[in-house]
């Protein structure tokens, strides 16, 4: 919901979460990574290195394609896995790159910026969790 730009959804999931004392650091790691997986889809897809294209079927074929080099930048394979939109299942990745469609470069690097400053701000203990994870999701 955060992602996909429905503030009301995002804010009412996030304290269900909250109620069901749900760690937020681990809602943290989970919109982190999702931050990430949408800026790595965004840059490749503005340098033309993928297209969600017209269909799964076709972006599947595209997939395919790309340099081996490309999809293993990260050699660790636990880091792979958490860094990497490539180590994700190729669906996932289609809708990912689907989902970045709607947002410019720019605003996803300043999101990815407010939730690495949130998660500063969590583990610092400077404020309540709620009201910063709140603050993150409006800012969002």
């Known amino acids: 919901a955060v992602t996909a730009g429905d503030l009301t959804r995002a804010l009412g999931c996030l304290r269900r979460l909250l109620a069901q004392s749900i760690e937020p650091l681990a809602f943290m790691e989970s919109l982190t990574r999702r931050m990430r997986f949408l800026l790595q889809a965004k840059e490749l897809l503005e340098k033309g290195t993928i297209r969600p294209g017209p269909g799964y079927p076709a972006f599947m074929q595209a997939l395919s394609k790309l340099p081996q080099a490309l999809r293993e930048a990260f050699p660790d394979k636990k880091r792979r ?60």
């Open 81 to 140: 896995k958490l860094y990497s939109i490539f180590a994700q299942h190729p669906y996932v990745i289609y809708q990912i790159c689907r989902g970045a469609q709607r947002f410019s470069l720019e605003r996803l690097r300043r999101n990815l910026d407010r939730v690495v400053m949130a998660d500063a701000e969590l583990k610092g203990g400077r404020r309540s969790r709620s009201e910063a994870l709140e603050d993150l999701v409006i800012s969002l």
